[in-house]
């Protein structure tokens, strides 16, 4: 058969409804995806792109059938063009999609290199051979009398399978590193496109070749980035908040937004009660013009609002919590309302919910809070701190410089004279100076820093000990503190124990100040590390008794050295009676079970007597002293008799 009569077979059984339904369908894909706020990462990026190539190559594609239909009277330089165009991008999208499936295979940079190359060489070659033909009249060309060369007809259908090939060998290879729904996915939709290709290639015909490209992408669409309503409140997706935010950023568009904190939801799997949910729908659109509802965990929503297309969006947001109050009202359940403006730092980082829950933590529950300066200020500080630790954990120095022991001498009521003391930790940042341990001991507890610190805390202090023992003073001890979680590091033990050889004092010139543990598992651990550590003589303190739920059965299964008796304890004494009697009783129970009572913040002169009369044998507070650095101690401590 004559390569030329087989070429106009092709063009003459050309229908547009195949480029026309693609063109349509393109469009709708760009309306859902306007709608939905997917996520803009990357990928995202190479989607909407095949999508693009792939609107520019249908468009290509009827023009050229619609030229060729009046072969003879157009320019061929226009028919090459159209003809070009097309071929090219439907091998630029086989391309994207080497690129795309880099992302769902996890090939990094490095590792897809290699295949890179490759779709770019087929993409390259593939061209170049196109147009090279034409304009050397080995391939496609259109004589002066109007008559087409077709050259080489299968060099479409041998692109396409280079393509294909190469994909197929990704998947095939990689397999085990991709999702297998999606792998089913991809690999179905690329059969059902092939086997297309075979039955229109088989009737001669070409009209649905865009439709088989569009096939893949819809695929990818659906599978990865499809970002589902929450029908019941009407809710988008938690996974394009930030990124919405952000993006708007760029483009310098401001947002503000609503957020709602339900307590009582969060972490469960509950579903809002049907007149609460048709509430969040209506609260979603009352108020604001082009309001966006995010539903972010299970028990916090955000509504996004765009200022500029709301410039009374203060007075809407006072009048949607005029509205939520009367709610509250009915349903009585706990809240934390925060309003904030969109903050580029914030932004630039995907931290807003971050920031929400640093906001809503430091709140009254059932408050409502307009976050503003002070509180991104703080949250800065907050990142600023946690970045230090983490800093001060990786290099792993014991003796860090922005770590300082703080100390604050304990009386002993038997000797009148101050021979213990406990150490106390303080942070120096070069940004902001001095950080005190109520605002960096939570964070290092949460993001698990914090053993590191202690272990440097005790390094110092077991330094300075030795300094002060050389140097003729009597050190009875120092205790040292130490957050029950830590109790559970494996090498807790190994770790104080090597410090204090390497170091070169008596173990019991240290002791270790825990509070109660919380639950069951944590009271074994704290058991064994407890025994453990005691047989070598270190001592053990009770803190902040007085201050929680205490189990005594518990406390006393525990072979502590000293109970601490928290502050509020000595407070409660003076108030009533009562707690007097209570708190004397207390004491007087543990004295008989011989315990050593140590009580903390002892301010005045008559917390000091009540003290002694509750059996204390030591005493701390700001009455004797503050906390000072490690080195002042020796103003205290006084040198052993020779
Ligand atoms: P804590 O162990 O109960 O330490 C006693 C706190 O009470 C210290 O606050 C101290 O400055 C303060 N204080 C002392 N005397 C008085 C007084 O007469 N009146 C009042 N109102 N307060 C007094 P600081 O140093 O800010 O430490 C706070 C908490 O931070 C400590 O409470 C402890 O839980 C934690 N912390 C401090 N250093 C460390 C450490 O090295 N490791 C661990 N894990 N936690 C530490
Ligand atoms: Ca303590
Ligand atoms: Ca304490």
């Not at 006072?318 to 932004?347: C, G």
């Amino acid at each position: 058969m004559e390569p030329v009569s087989t070429a106009i077979t092709y063009y003459e059984n050309y229908t547009p409804v195949g480029d026309v339904s693609v063109l349509g369908l393109c469009l709708v894909l760009l309306v859902l995806m306007k709608v939905a706020y997917n996520v803009h990462t990357k990928n995202y990026r190479i989607l909407q792109a095949m999508i693009g190539s792939l609107m520019v190559t249908t468009i290509s594609s009827m023009m050229y059938h619609i030229l060729l239909n009046s072969l003879g009277e157009v320019a061929p330089i226009w028919i090459y063009l159209t003809r070009g165009l097309t071929h090219f991008g439907y091998l630029l999208i086989l391309f994207l999609y080497v690129r795309y499936v880099m992302f769902p295979l996890q090939l990094d940079e490095r590792e897809g290199k290699v295949y890179v190359m490759i779709a770019h060489a087929g993409l390259v070659f593939f061209t170049l051979y196109d147009v090279i033909g034409t304009v050397t009249k080995l391939g496609y060309y259109i004589t002066a009398d109007g008559e087409i060369h077709e050259g080489f007809i299968y060099l479409f259908v041998v692109s396409y399978f280079y393509f294909f090939v190469l994909i197929a060998w990704l998947l095939l290879v990689y397999r085990g590193r991709i999702i297998r729904q999606l792998l089913y996915g991809i690999m179905g939709t690329f059969l059902i496109s092939i086997t297309m290709m075979g039955i229109q290639g088989s009737h001669r015909q070409m009209s649905f070749t865009s439709v088989c490209f569009l096939f893949p992408i819809l695929t990818l669409f659906y599978m990865i980035h499809s970002n589902p309503y929450n029908i019941e409140i009407g809710s988008v997706n938690v996974d394009a908040f930030e990124d919405m935010i952000t993006y708007a950023n760029r483009r310098h568009e401001e947002r503000y937004l609503m957020c709602l904190y339900m307590p009582g939801f969060e972490g469960t799997g509950k579903h809002y009660p049907p007149e609460i949910q048709q509430l969040v729908r209506a609260f979603a659109h009352e108020f604001f013009k082009g309001a966006v509802l995010f539903q972010i965990s299970n028990g916090r929503m955000a509504l996004v609002i765009t200022t500029k297309k709301n410039p009374d969006y203060i007075e809407g947001g006072r009048r949607m919590l005029e509205n939520f109050y009367e709610a509250y009202k009915k349903f009585q359940l706990d809240y934390k309302i925060v309003y904030l403006p969109t903050e580029e730092r914030i932004s630039a980082k995907h931290d807003y919910i971050r920031f929400l829950q640093f906001v809503e933590s430091k709140m009254e529950i059932n408050s409502v809070m307009i976050a503003g300066e002070q509180e991104f200020a703080d949250f800065h500080r907050m990142n600023y701190v946690l970045s230090q630790l983490d800093d001060i954990k990786k290099t792993g120095n014991l003796n860090d410089p922005r770590i300082e022991v703080f100390c604050q001498p304990v009386l002993n009521i038997a000797t009148g004279k101050y021979d213990t003391a406990e150490a106390l930790m303080r942070m120096r940042l070069p940004e902001t100076g001095m950080v005190f341990p109520d605002v960096f001991i939570p964070i290092a507890e949460e993001y698990n820093f914090i053993h590191m610190l202690s272990l440097i805390i005790l390094f110092k202090t077991c330094l300075h000990i030795k300094k002060m023992l050389a140097r003729g003073y009597h050190v009875q001890r120092i205790s040292v503190n130490f957050s029950v979680g830590e109790l559970r590091e494996p090498s807790f033990c190994d770790d104080i124990k090597r410090i204090i050889k390497d170091v070169g004092i008596p173990n019991d010139k240290i002791a270790i100040e825990i509070t109660e543990s919380q639950n069951e598992s944590e009271f074994r651990f704290v058991k064994e590390r407890i025994n453990e550590l005691r047989k070598d003589g270190i001592k053990f303190y009770l803190d902040d008794f007085g201050t929680g739920y205490s189990n005594f059965e518990r406390i006393m299964e525990l072979p502590f050295d000293i109970i601490k008796f928290d502050r509020s304890l000595v407070i409660a004494c003076g108030e009533d009676e009562k707690s007097e009697k209570m708190v004397s009783h207390l004491a007087g129970m543990f004295a008989a079970l011989d315990y050593s009572l140590l009580y903390e913040g002892v301010e005045t002169e008559e917390d000091e007597k009540k003290c002694i009369r509750m059996c204390a044998k030591y005493l701390q507070g700001y009455k004797y002293s503050k906390p000072v650095p490690i080195e002042e101690l020796t103003d205290w401590f006084e040198k052993e008799a020779v």
